[in-house]
């Protein structure tokens, strides 16, 4: 069932672009009539204006020209409708092979394409979330929707570290690079992988991408975040501050403290509260807050 709405979904959402693009193409069309006839016109004006006027024919030639300047205005009103109803864009189209429809049949036809809309609201909003992300960010929504699995942008990243492979330092220059969850990092090519963790040749030759990549997606699997995107808000190496290590570090990841600054302007209260210590002597965590101000005023001095 939920397969089948998922296909549902997206064959609605590919048949919408291609009717809004037919309208684009019709609307396009207008214009360019509209812009040629307007052009016609202008120089027929010219025409009467500059021509030697003979007094027999004075009164005729008038009345032409006060009809030709009504029509102009009229046809500027209806370029500047088309105008305004139009996309702007990059080539020329077309003439549609079929005739022009009227605004009720677009209307009527809209509605029957995006009827879907009040059925599945979630899917809508799934579809804002997405269309915010950057180009790069898009290719891996992509990649979900051909694997039938509908993207979820999510805005805190996952546990890298957990990834065979990955440690704290290869997790932070994932970060750095926008990449934050298990999802992501299984669809990186290995130069994608060599470049984002600098990785020189003797390194690179020495890591199992296929098997860090495997790794990566059976973790997507377990977790339930098989499509998961990060929206890509930047974050800061928490185990750098003595005292976190990873599990309070992506406690804190998840209750959206992700800088030092963040975590410098944080009450105390509040972070014993998310990091849920389970030793007797809690965390220190003042410290904590002076090593993360130290760090976030250093970070703003670079």
Do not use: C
Not at 254 to 262: M, V
């Amino acid at each position: 069932m939920k397969k089948g709405l998922q296909v549902l979904v997206w064959g609605a959402l590919a048949g919408l672009a291609a009717f809004l693009g037919m309208l684009v193409k019709q609307k396009n069309t207008a214009l360019e009539v509209a812009q040629a006839r307007l052009a016609q016109m202008e120089q027929r004006m010219g025409q009467l204006a500059v021509a030697p006027i003979d007094t027999r024919n004075e009164r005729e030639l008038r009345a032409q020209l006060a009809e030709k300047t009504a029509e102009i205005a009229q046809l500027r009103a209806q370029l500047a409708d088309l105008a305004a109803a139009t996309p702007v864009v990059g080539t020329r189209q077309t003439a549609p092979s079929t005739p022009e429809p009227d605004n009720e049949l677009w209307r009527q036809r809209l509605v029957m394409e995006t009827g879907w809309h009040a059925k599945a609201p979630g899917l809508v909003m799934v579809g804002r979330a997405v269309d915010t992300l950057p180009p790069v960010k898009l290719a891996y929504a992509n990649r979900a929707v051909q694997a039938r699995i509908v993207p979820e942008v999510v805005p805190q990243p996952q546990d890298l570290s957990a990834v065979a492979g990955v440690g704290a330092i290869y997790e932070q220059r994932l970060y750095n690079a926008g990449i934050g969850t298990y999802w992501e990092l299984a669809m990186l090519d290995d130069d994608a992988l060599r470049r984002i963790l600098k990785l020189d040749k003797a390194r690179a030759a020495s890591i199992d991408f296929n098997a860090l990549r495997a790794s990566a997606r059976n973790l997507a699997a377990e977790t339930g975040a098989v499509g998961y995107i990060w929206n890509g808000e930047p974050v800061d190496d928490f185990q750098a501050i003595k005292g976190i290590g990873k599990v309070y570090e992506q406690r804190l990841y998840n209750a959206g403290i992700r800088t030092y600054a963040a975590l410098a302007h944080t009450p105390p209260e509040q972070l014993l509260e998310i990091v849920q210590a389970r030793s007797p002597v809690p965390p220190d965590v003042a410290s904590w807050i002076a090593q993360a101000r130290e760090l976030a005023e250093a970070k703003a001095a670079t």
